[in-house]
């Protein structure tokens, strides 16, 4: 996706659900500028608004289906399939 940004864009990275490596063009890195920030921390102020947010109904998240507990085995192969987006719960 780094290819869509703009010059002087940023690309913020949360998880590794593909795997730890990527292929990435270096050039595409610097002859636009980007910026590739890490964010696995955050302060406790911000969990605590994202759940104001949701409890106040300013944002949704985005479920893709339900699974029960005794269909975790298929919930996973359709999580890893990467058919959809979203969370399964």
């Known amino acids: 996706m780094i290819q869509l940004l703009k010059r002087g864009g940023h690309y913020a990275v949360a998880g590794a659900i593909a795997g730890p490596i990527v292929e990435l063009d270096i050039r ?15 302060e406790d102020e911000v969990f605590e608004n994202l759940i104001s947010y ?12 339900v ?3 005794e269909q975790i085995v ?8 990467k058919a959809t987006g979203g969370n399964w719960s």
Do not use: M
């Open 28 to 42: 595409r890195l610097y002859l636009k500028d980007l910026t590739i920030l890490g964010c696995t921390f955050q």
């Open 54 to 65: 949701i409890e106040h109904g300013e944002i949704r998240p985005n479920v893709a289906s």
């Open 67 to 69: 699974w029960p507990l």
């Open 74 to 81: 298929d919930s996973q192969k359709e999580f890893l399939s």
